[in-house]
Nanobody
Framework: VQLLESGGGSVQAGGSLKLSCSTT????????MAWLRQAPGKQRELVSS??????DYLDSVKGRFTISQDATKKTLFLQMNNLKTEDTAMYYC???????????????????RGPGTQVTVSS
């Protein structure tokens, strides 16, 4: 299984970016997909996830970020609007099912993750 993120970059506060994540060899589509992020010196956090129900969002990004998938559920997107300096982080695409069951988003052994794409927001 391979995940590959793209679309990161440097923007000024208030700007927008759209992240994409392509997957290869991933078939546990019933477990959903998600975006995680980790800023230097901080713990990794779940930004947004999408599955069979309504998408979930970190409180700090609600109303600004939108997660979506293509029809095959193997390509993931994250539209990020009104970016803030505190959104600066490495963003990772994640897919659960690594151990044959869905598991938890922040448990490394439960998820496949891409190498990440850097998002830097300046004031």
């Amino acid at each position: 299984v391979q995940l590959l993120e793209s679309g990161g970059g440097s923007v000024q506060a208030g700007g927008s970016l759209k992240l994409s994540c392509s997957t290869t060899g991933y078939y546990f589509t019933g477990c959903g997909m998600a975006w995680l992020r980790q800023a230097p010196g901080k713990q990794r956090e779940l930004v947004s996830s999408i599955g069979d129900g309504s998408p979930d969002y970190l409180d700090s990004v609600k109303g600004r970020f939108t997660i979506s998938q293509d029809a095959t559920k193997k390509t993931l997107f994250l539209q990020m609007n009104n970016l803030k300096t505190e959104d600066t982080a490495m963003y990772y695409c994640a897919a659960r099912g690594r151990r044959g069951y869905c598991g938890h988003w922040l448990t490394d052994d439960d998820t496949y993750r891409g190498p990440g794409t850097q998002v830097t927001v300046s004031s």
